[in-house]
């Protein structure tokens, strides 16, 4: 079993950043890639990011290229997720998932996860 737990979450004001943090602990030996999703109130979880083992492939949605990025630390079993450029729109609890079998970062569902964390919330004022 692989244990998810994401920090890093608070109240920023639109324009500015914050970083998530998701640390993985358990067999974190069988992860592979891993992904970022979120949810609004009133709307279904969407994808935000993914990376794949090593970190050398990532995946966004568009709505947030160019604006936050996704990275992994393997040696302190923790994944990130940088975000500038906030909006009120990106207002959300954010849900770190992990993947123990290899999958196209393309194919990554929340779903499809093997782990998932409890989330974060983040909220983004005008």
């Known amino acids: 079993q692989v244990q998810l737990v994401e920090s890093g979450g608070g109240l920023v004001q639109a324009g500015g950043s914050l970083r998530l943090s998701c640390a993985a602990s358990?067999?974190?030996?069988?992860?592979?890639?891993m992904a970022w999703f979120r949810q609004a109130p009133g709307k279904e979880r969407e994808f935000v990011a993914a990376?794949?083992?090593?970190?050398?492939?990532?995946n966004y949605a568009n709505s947030v290229k160019g604006r936050f990025t996704i990275s992994r630390d393997n040696a302190k079993n923790t994944v990130y997720l940088q975000m500038n450029s906030l909006q009120p729109e990106d207002t959300a609890v954010y849900y770190c998932?992990?993947?123990?079998?290899?999958?196209?970062?393309?194919?990554?569902?929340?779903?499809?996860?093997?782990?998932r964390g409890q989330g974060t919330q983040v909220t983004v004022s005008s």
């Open positions: 358990g067999r974190t030996a069988s992860t592979g890639a």
């Open positions: 990376i794949n083992r090593s970190g050398g492939i990532t």
């Open positions: 998932a992990a993947y123990s079998t290899t999958i196209p970062l393309a194919w990554i569902t929340w779903g499809r996860a093997d782990y």
